[in-house]
């Protein structure tokens, strides 16, 4: 296997589903080739250590599964084989597996299926890595008005339509975006014509109407809200006016109890994101922006490129939308998760309880804090996952792991895992470090050092580390060895490791070796001081981690039903079926400009009225658009262009004209300028006289 895949394994014959999950990768800017396995081989790939689910390293395995293509009188037997075998694998593989229960043929017991269905779905439960989709899923998201093929499913073992392939593969991808995707953690919402029809400040707060679609979009929020995400309100708006619709309006679903925290202010939208990441202790890449105007939308895709900007749609287009923007997608809801706003509620009242003490050590002492660390337990397997992917800051190495590869490493022998969970006063921060480590010769040598931002500078860090020093010491060991590797966002776990005295320090590689006397790590207490406040992090100040352009919005409108995403996957350059008719260019430079267009977005043909952003365009390729028309055609042009008016081929077309006329006569001016400075006194006498006269004439 020449790299990380996608390596699909089924019952039946699959190679149909190649094509989809082709397309998406590359929508998704995912390096992974797609292959498919021999036929109707599950058990024997599952059952093999040595066989491509198990070498797929870095990778993401499917197995596709159509019950009745088992023995009919063995299937509730072969069911649980199944799930043993996938039990087995995904804690030996290095890669997540997506199991898909596929739907049975219309001569199936539709009863016993369910049984199935419900049996493996049981069997597998809590099992690391792996990650069931059921038939209903699909059908919710991507319905199919015709599923099966009969007659390539007696031919050729190939049960589907095309068109359920495709939604099949699709269903695939959402959940491999899930998988490899760092999840989105804050949702800002607009107010006026976006959780409610009107503007609340001229219809009173009972005047503005809260009807089916923002109905809908409150009782999505509300879930998203109920799964983990930070709601927050961002509104050009007089707060009192806000407040009062969210207090009295009768049918409002969302309460300001809902919210985290919000800017409801007469300032532009880059300022309350970025107060609000402030806030929050949260990097600008963790929000999405949900607004009714594309003018705002594109003015914070302009100033700030890590929030995710999604412009609702059509009234009546809401739900749908929502649905399909796969950003809010999630693979396993952890109880911390759950708790999250109410963990940033109790924090608010911690930050409002430092800034009353007197000093950091009164604050503290009164703060009660208490530390537990302990082997990890199985249900603790996700959040500590979790929290490979997510930390940041106090994080050693940043070694992003899923659950399969950690319980891969401890399954082997060679690691251990010690959970963090920390309390105090107001209340629970949950599950918030984690340390793997190996024992070697003479020390314990730590793998991964991770502690959550909301415990930073509270000597949570110190405790950590003095139980590493405890182990060793009881195991007779004489040092605790932590390696350092820089990223953009840990520099405060450089600071941690150079502030707990004066270790040995090496370079090995692209790291720093720090290596702690046993004894010393074990007494190691946090002792605060006048200058530990101002060291402590500052989310605001760390460079967001930058996302690869996935086109989320594209995808919610454009490619959400099965025969939109056909079409796309036919051939990405050619324009869908349902789009408007094209208007051919008229001129040499709308040619040019069309092929232009065509290049960066990837559509063709371009027609001279097709919009910009309503082809896939955003603020950054607009950006390099203007770049690319100054190096071509030697013309600059301002963003005023691109937001001033319809951004199209014949508007962009007149703008680069009217800037050539400008051009054309600031060149005139500077000839005759200079053509009068280049004469003598007398000379520019003469011509004036000589213009005078003619003009009397």
């Not at 070694?399 to 399969?404: L, N």
Request: proline share 5%.
């Amino acid at each position: 296997m020449s790299g990380p895949s996608i390596f699909v394994s089924a019952t039946f014959t699959a190679d149909a589903i190649e094509p989809i999950l082709a397309f998406w990768m590359r929508q998704l800017g995912l390096d992974y080739g797609v292959r498919i396995g021999p036929y109707h081989q599950v058990f024997q790939m599952l059952l093999d250590p040595g066989g491509d689910l198990a070498a797929n390293h870095g990778g993401v395995n499917v197995v596709l599964v159509r019950f009745e293509d088992w023995a009919p009188a063995s299937l509730e037997a072969d069911v649980a084989r199944f799930a043993d075998g996938l039990r087995q694998a995904a804690p030996a593989g290095s890669a997540p597996m997506v199991v898909c229960i596929c739907p049975p043929s219309p001569g199936f017991d539709a009863a016993r299926h369910g049984r199935l269905e419900a049996q493996l779905a049981d069997q597998v439960r809590g099992a690391g890595g792996v990650h069931l989709v059921r038939p209903h899923e699909i059908d919710e998201l991507y319905p199919v008005a015709q599923i099966h093929d009969t007659t390539s499913d007696k031919l050729g073992h190939i049960p589907y339509t095309a068109a359920y392939f495709t939604a099949l593969g699709t269903m695939v991808a959402r959940k491999i975006h899930a998988l490899r995707t760092p999840p989105f953690k804050a949702i800002a919402l607009d107010c006026d014509d976006t959780l409610w029809r009107g503007i609340c400040g001229e219809d009173g707060p009972q005047g503005v109407v809260v009807d089916p679609p923002r109905r809908a979009l409150q009782e999505f929020m509300l879930a998203q809200q109920a799964a983990g995400m930070l709601l927050c309100l961002c509104s050009k708006n007089n707060a009192p006016d806000v407040f009062d619709t969210f207090r009295l309006h009768p049918e409002m679903l969302l309460r300001l109890e809902h919210f985290t925290a919000w800017r409801i202010n007469w300032q532009s939208k880059p300022v309350n994101l970025a107060a609000l990441a402030e806030e929050l202790d949260l990097g600008l890449d963790s929000f999405i922006l949900v607004d009714d105007n594309p003018r705002e939308c594109r003015e914070v895709e302009a100033s700030c490129p890590q929030v995710l900007s999604l412009a609702l749609p059509g009234d009546e287009d809401i739900p749908a939308f929502l649905r399909h923007v796969w950003a809010f997608d999630r693979l396993r809801v952890t109880e911390e998760d759950r708790a999250r706003p109410a963990l940033y509620a109790q924090e608010r009242e911690r930050h409002h309880a430092e800034k009353q003490a007197a000093s950091l050590e009164d604050f503290l002492r009164t703060l009660q804090l208490e530390v537990r660390i302990a082997s990890m337990s199985p249900k603790d397997l996700a959040r500590v996952a979790q929290l490979t992917q997510r930390t940041n800051q106090m994080n050693f190495t940043t070694v992003r792991r899923s659950e399969t590869d950690i319980q891969a490493l401890l399954g082997s022998g060679k690691a251990e895992c010690l959970a963090v969970h920390v309390s105090d006063r107001f209340g629970s921060y949950g599950l918030v470090g984690v340390m793997i480590f190996r024992t070697g010769a003479d020390t314990v040598a730590l793998d991964t050092f991770l502690l959550s931002c909301r415990a930073l500078g509270r000597g949570v860090e110190h405790r950590m580390l003095a139980e590493l020093g405890r182990i060793a010491r009881e195991r007779g060991l004489g040092a605790v060895e932590a390696r350092f590797v820089r990223s953009q966002r840990n520099q405060p776990a450089l600071l941690f490791l150079e502030s707990v005295g004066l270790p040995y320090q090496t370079v090995r590689g692209d790291a720093l070796v720090f290596r702690f006397p046993a004894e010393a790590a074990a007494g190691l207490r946090y002792e605060p001081s006048a200058t530990a406040r101002a060291a402590a992090p500052d989310a605001a100040k760390v460079p967001a981690m930058r996302r690869d352009g996935i086109p989320y919005a594209r995808i919610a409108t454009e490619l959400r039903t099965v025969e939109q995403m056909a079409a796309a996957c036919g051939t990405e350059v050619q324009r869908g079926a349902q789009a408007a008719p094209v208007v051919e260019p008229r001129s040499d430079l709308e040619r040019q400009l069309c092929r232009i267009w065509s290049d960066m977005l990837g559509v063709r043909p371009i027609g001279i009225h097709d919009n910009f952003f309503d082809l896939g365009g955003h603020s950054l390729l607009a950006v390099q658009l203007l770049s690319r028309l100054k190096e071509q055609l030697g013309i600059e042009l301002s963003l005023e262009v691109v937001y001033g008016a319809d951004f199209t081929v014949a508007e962009l077309a007149k703008a680069i004209e009217l800037r050539e006329i400008e051009m054309a006569g600031a060149d005139r001016y500077a000839e005759l300028l200079a053509e009068v400075e280049s004469l003598s006194d007398e000379e520019v006498r003469e011509l004036l006289a000589r213009e005078s006269g003619e003009a009397a004439y």
